[in-house]
């Protein structure tokens, strides 16, 4: 069964560094999305992408941030200059529809834990 | 701004049981809705997906309802397995936006 893929599993970089998480949505799909969720917190939304392009973005998602989808198969989240409050663990996701229309439900990877020291 | 709750925070029953999770949100223009089940240190695994034209979906031990007018959400878990044990987790997606606005998860214990 097709599911999307994050490498690494796990990340530790110190404060100020920058970071690339990586992920493979599943193969036909065309919608992208980050989520993040801080240990004890609740699941939080970053960024969806569609078509080479940010859709929607939180408040969360600010200039640190920026997604990239450098090929056919990865996506990619690169945060510039981490700090201590971005240890969590990042969530890549992937439809085959904009989540609204029929279908649409959103396929989760495994996460990638991101340990800023 | 849609906001989602999930009552109880934990539960613990027996196995066997049939047992409610409930999901509330605040703004009946929701899309559609997802159920998720995070197992400790992991993923999310999709359950469910309810689009906003549906009452309810079903996947073999598990049901889920959608009432919009209510604003809620319910996940029937039939007949309680320990394996079942985990943190289950609703997701709602209104008209405005692309992204899912989740609740904070009810942690489930099934005792053998």
């Known amino acids: 069964e097709p599911e999307v893929t994050q490498t690494p599993s796990h990340q530790v970089t110190q404060m100020g560094q920058e970071v690339i998480l990586r992920c493979v949505p599943i193969?036909?799909?065309?919608?992208f999305y980050w989520y993040r969720q801080i240990l004890g917190q609740k699941v939080e939304f970053l960024v969806s992408f569609y078509n080479n392009e940010i859709s929607e973005k939180s408040e969360i998602f600010d200039d640190q941030f920026s997604v990239e989808r450098p090929d056919g198969s990865n996506f990619t989240l690169k945060i510039r200059s981490t700090k201590l409050e971005d240890s969590a663990m990042y969530f890549c996701?992937?439809?085959?529809?904009?989540?609204?229309?029929?279908?649409?439900?959103?396929?989760f990877g495994p996460g990638t834990r991101l340990t800023v020291t | 701004k849609q906001e989602v709750t999930q009552i109880p925070a934990a539960l613990s029953v027996p196995e066997g049981e049939n047992l409610v999770l409930n999901c509330s949100f605040t703004d009946s223009a929701i899309y559609n809705l997802q159920w998720f089940r995070q197992d400790p240190g992991k993923g999310l695994t999709s359950l469910l997906l309810i689009q906003s034209s549906q009452r309810e979906q079903t996947s073999g031990r598990l049901n889920a309802s959608l009432d919009k007018s209510s604003g809620r959400s319910t996940l029937y878990i039939a007949a309680s397995q320990p394996g079942d044990s985990a943190t289950y987790l609703c997701?709602?997606?209104?008209?405005?936006?692309?992204?899912?606005?989740f609740g904070p998860g009810t942690r489930l214990s099934v005792l053998p």
């Open positions: 996701a992937s439809s085959d529809v904009r989540a609204a229309g029929t279908g649409g439900e959103q396929y």
């Open positions: 193969s036909n799909h065309l919608y």
């Open positions: 997701a709602g997606r209104d008209n405005y936006g692309q992204n899912f606005v």
